[in-house]
């Protein structure tokens, strides 16, 4: 017949050690874009918001349409061609050169 083994005998949780907390994941950086490669993101960003501006200086469609002074209105359709040609030629990361 075989002798029954003993359980392990258990510590107290008072004298376990305990294991050191585990240092926090960093954080992934913004990968630089190749050498040599041009990033257009700032110049984007830069220009959406001169579009932004205008477009809330100038108002509505409608009020473009009448409005005495047309210069600022055909310099803003001129920024807006530009921001669908970037977005053609720059899609999707706005980085040409990688």
């Known amino acids: 017949m ?11 949780p008072k004298k376990r050690a305990k294991k050191p907390a585990r240092p926090a994941r960093k954080s992934m950086t913004k990968a630089r874009p190749p050498r040599g490669a041009i990033d257009f993101n700032p110049v984007k960003k830069s220009l ?8 809330s200086q100038l108002g509505p469609a409608e ?3 009448i409005a005495a002074d047309q210069e600022p209105v055909r310099t803003l359709a001129k920024l807006q061609q530009l921001d669908r040609l970037m977005t053609d030629l720059c899609t999707p ?5 990688s």
Not at 2 to 12: E, F
Not at 48 to 55: F, M, P, S, V, Y
């Open 93 to 97: 990361t706005m980085v040409i050169g």
């Open 63 to 65: 009020a473009r349409a």
């Open 2 to 12: 075989v002798k029954k083994r003993t359980p392990a005998r258990k510590s107290s």
């Open 48 to 55: 959406r918001a001169h579009i932004a501006k205008l477009e």
